[in-house]
Each structure stands twice: as structure tokens, then as C-alpha cells.
């Protein structure tokens, strides 16, 4: 098992940047897939951005952050980032980190079955 917490949230203004964080427990954390997700108010959630768990890293991103967000993950310390720039109004959200072990890319919410309680991100226009 592994628990996530997330960290790093905040009220910004549109055009800055924020650095998420997603801690984890647990000795395996490098065999877990990890994946960014968020939703904004009366909205489903929605997929941002995975970076899978074998040693290539291979990463995915929602075509909404595309060349603006960067996922990487720190198998040392535990810990998967979500680099966020040139934040927009529409990125407003609860952002949340998922977990599945040794899972592979999904970009549905139902693909992760260990989630953290989430960090709030607003961006003021």
C-alpha cells in the first residue's frame, strides 16, 4: 500500500507558476505509476498529467497542459511533482496525485486506486 499527500497549492495570479508536490509512503514507491488529476467545481474530474514507474518515466499530459505542466518524480525522496506554469483562470481546480502499482498509463480515474486528499490551486484572472 502507499498513502499520497499532497502539497504545494495556492492562490496565484494568472501568468505564474506553481510547484505541486505528492508525497508518498512506503519502501516501493519507485514500482508506482503516478498521475496528476483535478476538478473544479461542478465538474468531473479530469486527467492531467502520469509518469509511469519503471526507470524510462515515460510521461503523458492532457492536451489542455501540454507544454506548460511537467511531471517528474524523485525515487529518493518519495515524491512526484507537478511543475505548473503560465497558469490560466481554467486551471483553478483540487489537484489530486493517484497511484496504482506497476500500473500503466490511464488517463481515467477508475486506472488508480490510491489517492491523496488534495491541494487547492486557484488563479486569479
Known amino acids: 500500500q502507499v498513502q499520497l499527500v499532497e502539497s504545494g497549492g495556492g492562490l496565484v495570479q494568472a501568468g505564474a507558476s506553481l510547484r505541486l508536490s505528492c508525497a508518498a509512503s512506503?519502501?516501493?514507491?519507485?514500482?508506482?505509476?503516478i498521475a496528476w488529476f483535478r476538478q473544479a467545481p461542478g465538474k468531473e474530474r479530469e486527467f492531467v498529467a502520469h509518469?509511469?514507474?519503471?526507470?524510462?518515466?515515460?510521461?503523458f499530459y492532457a492536451d489542455s497542459v501540454k507544454g506548460r505542466f511537467t511531471i517528474s518524480r524523485d525515487n529518493a525522496k518519495n515524491t512526484v511533482y507537478l511543475q505548473m506554469n503560465s497558469l490560466k483562470p481554467e486551471d483553478t481546480a483540487v489537484y489530486y496525485c493517484?497511484?496504482?502499482?506497476?500500473?500503466?498509463?490511464?488517463?481515467?480515474?477508475?486506472?488508480?486506486?490510491?489517492w491523496g486528499q488534495g491541494t487547492q490551486v486557484t488563479v486569479s484572472s
Open positions: 509518469i509511469n514507474w519503471s526507470a524510462v518515466g515515460s510521461t
Open positions: 512506503g519502501r516501493t514507491f519507485s514500482s508506482y505509476a
Open positions: 493517484a497511484a496504482k502499482y506497476r500500473g500503466t498509463y490511464y488517463s481515467t480515474p477508475t486506472g488508480y486506486n490510491y
